[in-house]
C-alpha cells in the first residue's frame, strides 16, 4: 500500500513537470514564430521613423537609415510603445513581459540619438502600456501605468486595466502620479503643447454601475487638465455614436485624426478605417477607404498622416505596413521600411 502511494505521488510530480517544461517549450515555440513589421512606431521631428520588427520571435528596434538594430531583447520580451522627444535628440521606449501574468514588470528606456546611447531610467512593478514625451519639457516623460492585469469578466480575456496617466523627470529622476481614475482602458496619450494637459481616449464610463455597464459605454477623447484632472471633458463628437480608438491632434488645424469602424466586410471581420474630425465645424470625413485595419495616425514633420495597415486582421499572425497620405486623405503610399522585408 505505501510503495503504490509512493509510485503515484512520484508519477504525479513526474507528469507535472513534464507539463510545465512542454509548456515552456510550446510558449518558446510560438514566440519564435513571431516575424514581421508590429505597429509599433514614431516619427520624428526630423522625419526619422523608429519602429519594431519580429525576428524569429526577437523584438528588435530599428531607425531609419541605420542597417542594424538599435536594440535587441531576449525572446520573452517585448517593446510596446516608443516615443521621440519633441526636438528629436531622445528616443523612449517601454519594455515587458510578453507572459503578463508571469511578471508585469515594466522598464523604460531612453537612446540619446546623437550618441546611440542606451539608458534604463526606471522599472515599476506593473504594466506601463504608453509613453508620450512633453513637448514643451524634454525632460518630462508622461506615461499610462495600469494597476492591474486582470479579467472583470468571467467571458473576457485578461488585460491591463485601473490605468492612470504618471510621468518621470528625467534630471531630477521624480514621479508624478496626476491622476486617480482607475480607468478600466486607457490608450493613445497625447501631450499637449501648449497647456497643462494630456489627451487620452478612454470610455465615457463616469455614470456606470457594473462590469456589464462598462461594457456598453461608448470611447471618446478626452483632454485632462493635469492640476485638475476631475474636470475632464470630452473633445471628441458628442453625437458620433461609433467607438473612437487611436488618434492622433493637430491642432493647428483644430482636428483629430482617429480610428474607428466604417463598416464590415464579406468576411464578417470589422473594418477600421482613419477619419477626422473637427472641433470648430463639427464636420466629420473619412479619410481612408482601404477596408483593411488601419491604425496609429501620427502627425509627420512633412505635414503627412502617417499610419499603419494590417492586412491580416483577425488572423494568427498578424501583417502590418506602413502608409502616409496628405491631411485630406489623398495620394495614400506605403512607406519603404528596410528592416521590415528582411
Known amino acids: 500500500m505505501q510503495k503504490s502511494l509512493v509510485f503515484l505521488l512520484g508519477s504525479i510530480a513526474f507528469l507535472t513537470a513534464l507539463f510545465i517544461v512542454l509548456g515552456f517549450v510550446f510558449d518558446k515555440d510560438e514566440n519564435q514564430k513571431q516575424n514581421g513589421l508590429t505597429e509599433v512606431y514614431d516619427v520624428s521631428s526630423d522625419g526619422e521613423i523608429a519602429y519594431v520588427v519580429y525576428e524569429k520571435g526577437q523584438a528588435n528596434l530599428y531607425l531609419t537609415l541605420q542597417e542594424q538594430p538599435l536594440l535587441q531583447l531576449p525572446i520573452e520580451k517585448e517593446i510596446v510603445d516608443l516615443t521621440f522627444s519633441e526636438d528629436g535628440k531622445r528616443l523612449a521606449f517601454a519594455i515587458i513581459n510578453k507572459d503578463r501574468e508571469q511578471d508585469a514588470e515594466t522598464d523604460i528606456h531612453v537612446v540619446r540619438l546623437d550618441s546611440l546611447g542606451d539608458e534604463h531610467i526606471l522599472s515599476v512593478d506593473s504594466l506601463i502600456t504608453e509613453v508620450a514625451f512633453d513637448p514643451k519639457n524634454p525632460e518630462l516623460l508622461f506615461y499610462l501605468q495600469a494597476a492591474k492585469f486582470t479579467?472583470?469578466?468571467?467571458v473576457a480575456a485578461k488585460h491591463p486595466h485601473d490605468f492612470d496617466v504618471h510621468s518621470y523627470h528625467l534630471k531630477e529622476q521624480t514621479y508624478t502620479k496626476y491622476t486617480d481614475m482607475k480607468k478600466y482602458n486607457m490608450a493613445s496619450l497625447q501631450v499637449s503643447s501648449e497647456k497643462e494637459s494630456v489627451f487620452v481616449q478612454m470610455d465615457d464610463d463616469d455614470d456606470v454601475q457594473s462590469a456589464d455597464d462598462v461594457f456598453s459605454s461608448s470611447q471618446r477623447i478626452f483632454e485632462i487638465p493635469l492640476d485638475e484632472p476631475d474636470e475632464k471633458?470630452?473633445?471628441?463628437?458628442?453625437?458620433?455614436?461609433?467607438?473612437?480608438?487611436?488618434?492622433t491632434l493637430v491642432p493647428e488645424r483644430q482636428e483629430i485624426i482617429y480610428q474607428a469602424v466604417a463598416g464590415t466586410g464579406e468576411n464578417g471581420i470589422f473594418e477600421y478605417e482613419l477619419f477626422v474630425f473637427n472641433w470648430k465645424t463639427y464636420q466629420t470625413e473619412q479619410?481612408?477607404?482601404?477596408?483593411?485595419?488601419?491604425s496609429?495616425?501620427?502627425?509627420g514633420p512633412d505635414e503627412k498622416i502617417y499610419f499603419m495597415v494590417n492586412r491580416n486582421f483577425a488572423g494568427r499572425s498578424p501583417d502590418y505596413h506602413l502608409y502616409r497620405m496628405n491631411m485630406d486623405g489623398r495620394n495614400v503610399e506605403k512607406v519603404p521600411l528596410e528592416a521590415a522585408v528582411k
Open 296 to 299: 496609429k495616425p501620427v502627425l
Open 151 to 154: 479579467n472583470y469578466s468571467p
Open 233 to 247: 471633458s470630452i473633445i471628441s463628437s458628442a453625437f458620433q455614436a461609433e467607438d473612437i480608438y487611436d488618434f
Open 287 to 294: 479619410l481612408t477607404s482601404l477596408k483593411e485595419h488601419a
